[in-house]
């Protein structure tokens, strides 16, 4: 089993919908989880971090994380065509590696 | 400005040359990585280190190697045994620490584009 499991994608949304990007994590140590934003070509940008369990918002972001269930999402409202871009989950464990999950490729179409 | 500096942010290698990336952080964190990243696909962890003069090999270190002489400095050498070294290479930094530490996220250069010629 992968450490960090997200579905590749694309997952395309109209523009102005809610985009809803999930990842699972293999194991019950990590207690840190963040969201990452990668445009084409360009380094990964951080957009959320989670650190408890339940949902914490951020604008049009809003991250969910599920540690019974091992799972964690990010959602977008009103999802604009800037949105369009490869989203990255990774779990922080401690005095380890950050393992960051293959991504989703998100297309918001005008 | 605190950040992380990856230097050149082109570089281009000849068959059987060894190069040498250059990865600098002003952010005081105890952690780096370098990824790499092929097109379309995911971040692969290369090499790792939590703290000075100790670092670890991550899951496709084979032709690489690493140093970490200082806390702000981590560069990457793309050795001639790695047979296709042609990607995108990243490199991060975080605090690192103890598994209930928060603040711990991740920060990335803009990366190196190295490509075999």
């Known amino acids: 089993q992968k450490e960090v499991e997200q579905n590749s994608g694309p997952l395309s949304v109209p523009e102005g919908a809610i985009a809803s990007l999930n990842c699972t994590y293999s194991?019950?140590?990590?207690?840190?989880f963040f969201w990452y934003r990668q445009y084409s070509g360009k380094s990964p940008e951080l957009i959320m971090s989670?650190?408890?369990?339940g949902d914490k918002e951020d604008g049009r972001f809003t991250a969910q994380l599920n540690k019974a269930s091992q799972y964690v999402s990010l959602l977008i409202r009103d999802s604009q065509p800037s949105d369009s871009a490869t989203y990255l989950c990774?779990?922080?464990?401690?005095?380890?590696?950050?393992?960051f999950g293959t991504g989703t490729k998100l297309q918001v179409i005008p | 400005d605190g950040g992380i500096t990856q230097s050149p942010k082109y570089l281009f290698r000849k068959e059987g040359q060894n190069v040498t990336l250059s990865c600098e952080q002003n952010?005081?964190?105890?952690?780096m990585y370098w990824y790499r990243q092929d097109p379309g696909q995911g971040l692969r962890l290369i090499y790792y280190?939590?703290?000075?003069?100790?670092?670890q090999k991550g899951d496709i270190a084979e032709g690489y190697s690493v140093s970490r002489e200082k806390k702000e400095s981590f560069p990457l050498t793309v050795t001639s045994a790695q047979k296709n070294p042609t990607a995108f290479y990243l490199c991060?930094?975080?605090?690192?620490?103890?598994?209930?530490?928060?603040?711990?996220?991740?920060?990335f250069g803009q990366g190196t584009r190295l490509t075999v010629v």
């Open positions: 991060a930094s975080s605090m690192g620490g103890d598994i209930t530490r928060v603040n711990t996220e991740a920060f």
């Open positions: 194991d019950r140590v990590s207690q840190s």
């Open positions: 989670i650190y408890s369990n």
């Open positions: 990774a779990p922080f464990r401690g005095y380890q590696k950050v393992t």
């Open positions: 952010l005081n964190h105890d952690a």
């Open positions: 280190s939590q703290i000075v003069n100790d670092f």
